[in-house]
């Protein structure tokens, strides 16, 4: 049942929200350990007084726009930073962000006519699964920074310090975040005919930016054009935008999950999708028992150590009834390795009938580290994971459901190559990146027309 309606359960036990307890008995990985526990205690029982930050009505139109995802019928463009910080919570980071990832989408949309999904990797992306629990410089070892959701990133022994009291300001800053976010697509912002204006200067001295400048004289055209002819364009002023992130911290993600007034099943409220990360899919962890209670749409990582049976168990337990647009697997295996990897777990999945929607997140599995002491990724690898997607989704006749990148709306340095030829020494120019490096606005819209290219094959593939 699509829509269970008033105390209709859709599965045994999935009405019920388990217990904070009951998780962390089952075990969580990747929390922080708090050293004030009535601290932990207070900032938990204020979340769970707060107004929810998404409706289930919105997750609902969510989950169906993604499941057309599923069936081939759309794109899914999600983006954003690795890690928000609260320092970042300011118009011009939220607009620029947005700005950059509307012309994304426009660029996707307008190359394949596809409708495109849009969702933001923002307003509650403040949690950081690590590799290591700690942290050494220069002979100094401190806790390793969790994303500013658990401490600072100051390397002081402070500032690394898990304080329960940044749970709440997550809080408040995805508000603030989701309301701009809010104004902007619905208040003319995000309107079509604004579409000359989301190019900024910066951008439009670039090569792609000058492609840019020429789809946007099109797409005026058009609208000139259907204007002229009398169709109704009022519907092009605003657009359907998301926000989503890695449900990480139990004491928060499980504070914001409630039973919705109207349909009495549990809704994470904390964004519009969540995703289980690649460290914390265990099957028998705290982090899939949680989320297969949810009924937002939701994801799960797979990367280069899941096998088809995970996958497969993966799906069986977080989608039981096999819902369309309910669960999304983000594949993350690096540009050397998706073409062995992906294919034994898309057949796998697709042959039990399961409904998923692939997407491809071409970041995670391409990161190093430069001699000169930066994480970052090639932009060419970044492609190629995203072509090797392709490809492999065109040999099994599946649909190549979207893509997940890091990106940034501002002008940083932190991926090497792209048009603008960033090398390993240009990364000192701008890298602020607290965590994992991002493509900036140019490279951002690169990658929206060289996938956009993608997306017309397989689009004329499957008509
Ligand atoms: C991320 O998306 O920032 C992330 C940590 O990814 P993964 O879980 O795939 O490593
Ligand atoms: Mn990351």
Known sequence: MRHPGRGATP?????????????????????????????????????????????????????????????????LLQGGDCAETFSGVTAENVRNKLRVLLQMAVVL?????????????LAGQYAKPRSSDQETRDGITLPAYRGDAVNGFDFTAESRIPDPQRLVEVYHASAATLNLVRAFVTGGYADLRQVHTWNTDFVRGSVAGQRYEALAAEIDKAMAFMEAIGVDTDDLRRVDFYSSHEALLMEYEHAMTRIDSRTELPYNVSGHFVWIGERTRQL???????FRH????????????????????????????????????????????????????????????????WVCDPMHGNTFETANGFKTRRFDDVIDEVQGFFDVHRSLGTWPGGILVEMTGDDVT???????????????????????????????????????EMLRAAERERA
């Open 11 to 75: 599965y045994p036990g999935a009405v019920t929200i388990p217990s904070l307890e009951a998780l962390h008995a089952v075990g969580a990985a990747q929390q922080p350990t708090y050293p004030d526990r009535a601290a932990l205690d207070s900032a938990v029982a204020r979340l769970r007084t707060m107004p929810p930050l998404v409706f289930a009505g919105e997750c609902d139109d969510l989950k169906d726009k993604i499941a057309a995802v599923s069936r081939g019928e759309a794109f």
């Open 109 to 121: 949309t307008y190359a394949a006519s596809v409708p495109v999904v849009k969702l933001g990797r």
């Open 284 to 290: 028998d962890g705290a982090h899939v028992e949680l």
């Open 294 to 357: 949810l009924r937002n749409p939701i994801g799960c990582k797979l990367g280069p150590s899941a096998t088809p049976d995970d996958a497969l168990a993966l799906a069986t337990r977080l989608n039981p009834d096999n819902e369309p647009g309910r669960l999304t697997f983000i594949t993350r295996f690096g540009a050397g390795k998706i073409r062995d990897g992906l294919p034994a777990l898309v057949e796998k999945v697709t042959a039990e009938g399961m409904n998923v929607a």
């Open 414 to 452: 932190e991926c090497v190559g792209g048009g603008e030829e960033i090398d390993e020494a240009g990364l000192a120019h701008r890298y602020e990146s607290v965590v994992d490096p991002r493509l900036n606005r140019v490279q951002s819209l690169e990658l929206a027309f060289l996938v956009a």
